[in-house]
């Protein structure tokens, strides 16, 4: 990270600037990450560990080498990130030369150049718990002063997460209803259109959308879109 440092308390100040409805859940990620990355004290990387089901996934990363730390926890599913996601906790590793839970992945963070690391962790939703990273150069970067700067960010990266999950979700359920209603009204114009050519019900013209949908392997808006369609070009020839 090349990117000039800024006061923590800056940091919180800008994130809780972040408006929801023009940034998007990968674009808080992000920022979450950039954020911490410039603010926390003795931060040399940063990354945010997503963990859904037994699935963990860095969702974003300062540097390639965050990922990649985060990723040998993901390969053996076991570290201090995925602890921390599970347990909530915040799990530090004072010193990769004398870390004895992790032994072969600290070994693997120290040839890297990593000498300690800080996971905090991030409550989002039911199904999706998290985990903020912070890598440090040395050991014992993160003494509790240090710590404890980081856990205030990851209490307003959490909530600031939650919120952007819930919007997103709440955006793409109306992406998916508003898509739904132009499908049905597209069925209709279809059916009203085979009912009067047909002189037949509501429910034979449905039927006979569907059938024509499962002989053609298309579905049935397709079918109707196709045929509204070809009906608008009659009327304008």
Known sequence: MNQPRMDPADALAELGRVRLDETNLDDMLRRIAELAGRSLPRAREVSVTLVRGRAGWTAAFTSDLARQLDEWQYQEQRGPCLDASASGASISVPDMVAEQRWPAWAARARDAGVGSSLSIGL???????????????????????????????????????????????????????????????????????????????????????????????????????????????????
């Open 123 to 237: 409550p989002i939703q039911e199904s999706v718990v998290g985990a903020l990273n912070v890598y440090g150069g040395s050991a014992n970067d993160f003494d509790p002063p240090a710590i404890a700067v980081a856990e205030r960010f990851a209490a307003y990266a959490a909530v600031a997460l939650a919120n952007a999950h819930l919007y997103d979700s709440a955006a793409t359920l109306a992406d998916q209803m508003q898509e739904a209603m132009r499908g049905r009204a597209v069925i209709e114009q279809a059916k009203g259109i085979i009912m009067g050519e047909r002189r037949c019900s509501s429910e034979e013209a449905f039927a006979l959308l569907s059938k024509i949908s499962q002989d053609s392997n298309r579905k049935v808006r397709d079918v109707a879109e196709a045929l509204v369609a070809k009906a608008a070009r009659k009327t304008r020839a």
